[in-house]
């Protein structure tokens, strides 16, 4: 059996450093906020480059409290790819504005620049950009457009942690970006777990806010209505340790991606992820397209090869925005590509030998 995802393989390769600082953890008896976290922001602000980084319980809730320090709520609206986890545009909702989807292009399955002005109003206070897949998005022309038009820009950067634009990581680009540390993104904690990086000190001020009861640094002073937000001590503690391996982790998908592209890319009824000039991908997940999905599902399942498809339905068509009334010649791309997108079986630490399988087997189904 190949699995899909192999988050154990990690954890043996650093089970020294993560079992001793969690039990350290638990023998001081300190689980809430401490010197873990704040450590931890630090070291995350440095290492994507931002001035500030303020951890939360989870991504999504990165995104929701960002849009609440921004003061988007209800009558606003956000523009959001219509290819994403849902997440992206849940978390518009819960603020109470209304998420407007953008189609996607057809090379790295992201927000297609050239179609979001037609969809900005007088409503429209931000752009969500998703680095999908760990593909970052074209953000020169995400920051023509909000300049252009004064909207906020909030990377979700739950795929793309250490993905570069130009040399500079997402996350430095937007007003303020979510990062998820699910297990299984390319950082991922050992539970639910997110941050939000900015420059601004307001806008981490605010979100620090929030993300704890609306108290700043005196406790029983609420300043504002927040929430509870935060990240587990426990959860800074392996964060701590894993974020000194993320970049050779990335390095390793990398490798491992361009074995994949090697193995199939004479192949012409498959295409291979295609990554635009002076971007980085991280390859949070190894996704290709091909008509014959079927065949080659058929064949995974026969073989016991995981895989996943990412995503199987466009946010627009998901019951959850039926009242949107969206119909597929809206969002024709996403439409299309959504019947023919598979997420192969990839993680830092796959070996050769199961990339040779998987290639094996899709292989086989073409030269039939
Ligand atoms: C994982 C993910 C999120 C949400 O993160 P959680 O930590 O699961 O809440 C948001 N956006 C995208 C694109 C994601 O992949």
């Known amino acids: 059996m190949i699995p899909f995802v192999d988050i154990n393989a990690q954890y043996l390769i650093i089970k020294d450093e993560i079992d001793s600082a969690i039990s350290a953890c638990i023998s001081s008896g300190n689980f809430i906020r401490g010197s873990a976290v704040t450590d931890f922001e630090k070291a995350f602000a440095t290492y994507i480059g931002t001035d500030h980084c303020v951890s939360c319980g989870n991504g999504t809730d990165a995104l929701e409290i960002i849009l609440r320090s921004l003061d988007i709520g209800s009558g606003d609206e956000v523009i959001v790819p219509a290819l994403s986890w849902i997440a992206t545009a849940e978390a518009v909702n819960n603020v109470g504005a209304e998420p407007v989807f953008v189609d996607i292009e057809e090379k790295c399955y992201t927000i297609d620049v050239t179609r979001i002005e037609e969809k900005i109003t007088s409503k429209t206070k931000a752009i969500i950009p998703v680095h999908l897949y760990g593909c970052p998005v074209d953000m020169d022309e995400i920051l023509r457009i909000s300049k252009k038009h004064s909207l906020f820009i909030i990377e979700d950067c739950a795929q793309a942690h250490g993905a570069m634009y130009k040399g500079k990581k997402v996350g430095t680009f937007g007003t303020a970006s979510a990062f998820s540390f699910f297990p299984t993104k390319n950082l991922g904690a050992f539970g639910d777990a997110g941050a939000i990086v900015t420059d601004s000190s307001e806008i981490a001020d605010k979100?620090?806010?929030?993300?704890?009861?609306?108290?700043?640094?005196?406790?029983?002073?609420?300043?504002?209505?927040?929430?509870?937000?935060?990240?587990?001590t426990l959860q800074a503690e392996v964060l701590k340790v894993k974020l000194n391996y993320l970049d050779t982790w990335n390095q390793n998908r990398i490798i491992a991606a361009a074995k994949y592209k090697e193995r199939l890319s004479?192949?012409?009824?498959?295409?291979?992820?295609?990554?635009?000039?002076?971007?980085?991908?991280?390859?949070?997940?190894?996704?290709?397209?091909?008509?014959?999905?079927?065949?080659?599902?058929?064949?995974?399942?026969?073989?016991?090869?995981?895989?996943?498809?990412?995503?199987?339905?466009?946010?627009?068509?998901?019951?959850?925005?039926?009242?949107?009334?969206?119909?597929?010649?809206?969002?024709?791309?996403?439409?299309?590509?959504?019947?023919?997108?598979?997420?192969?079986?990839?993680?830092?630490?796959?070996?050769?030998?199961?990339?040779?399988?998987?290639?094996?087997?899709?292989?086989?189904?073409f030269n039939r």
């Open 266 to 365: 004479n192949c012409k009824e498959i295409i291979l992820p295609e990554i635009p000039q002076g971007r980085t991908h991280v390859y949070h997940l190894f996704v290709i397209r091909t008509k014959r999905r079927e065949d080659i599902i058929y064949e995974f399942r026969k073989r016991n090869i995981a895989f996943s498809i990412h995503y199987p339905t466009p946010l627009p068509f998901l019951d959850a925005y039926k009242y949107k009334q969206q119909t597929p010649d809206n969002f024709p791309v996403s439409a299309r590509v959504t019947e023919e997108i598979i997420s192969l079986p990839f993680y830092p630490e796959i070996t050769d030998n199961y990339i040779d399988i998987v290639c094996d087997t899709i292989l086989g189904i």
């Open 207 to 232: 979100a620090r806010m929030i993300s704890n009861h609306g108290q700043m640094n005196t406790r029983h002073k609420h300043n504002i209505i927040g929430r509870n937000s935060r990240l587990d």
